[in-house]
Nanobody, 125 residues
Framework: QVQLVESGGGLVQAGGSLRLSCAASGRTFSINAMGWFRQAPGKEREFVAAISRSGLRTYYANSVKGRFTISRDNAKNTVNLEMNSLKPEDTAVYYC??????????????????WGQGTQVTVSS
């Protein structure tokens, strides 16, 4: 099993920035791709960003491309999401995800094997 714990959410004004972090523990050697998803009230969970095991390849939802940056530190078993130029429509609970599959597999299925508990991000206008 893999446990994921997110941190870094909060309230920010539109145009501001936030950095989310996710720490993995347990059978971390089994983790391949990692990513972030989000769910706004009354909406389905949606993909935000993902990163390959090596960290060399990334993939973003069109809605966040150019504003968000995903990165990972395999030595520390962490994945981060740097969010800039935040908009009110970015308001959601953000979930860290860890997949046993490759980045291509995560993108193809738009789901994951392990999930964090979520952290709230609220962007005020």
């Amino acid at each position: 099993q893999v446990q994921l714990v997110e941190s870094g959410g909060g309230l920010v004004q539109a145009g501001g920035s936030l950095r989310l972090s996710c720490a993995a523990s347990g059978r971390t050697f089994s983790i391949n791709a990692m990513g972030w998803f989000r769910q706004a009230p009354g909406k389905e969970r949606e993909f935000v960003a993902a990163i390959s095991r090596s960290g060399l390849r990334t993939y973003y939802a069109n809605s966040v491309k150019g504003r968000f940056t995903i990165s990972r530190d395999n030595a520390k078993n962490t994945v981060n999401l740097e969010m800039n130029s935040l908009k009110p429509e970015d308001t959601a609970v953000y979930y860290c995800a860890a997949a046993l599959s490759s980045l291509q597999g995560l993108i193809a299925t738009m789901t994951s094997d392990y999930w964090g508990q979520g952290t709230q991000v609220t962007v005020s206008s």
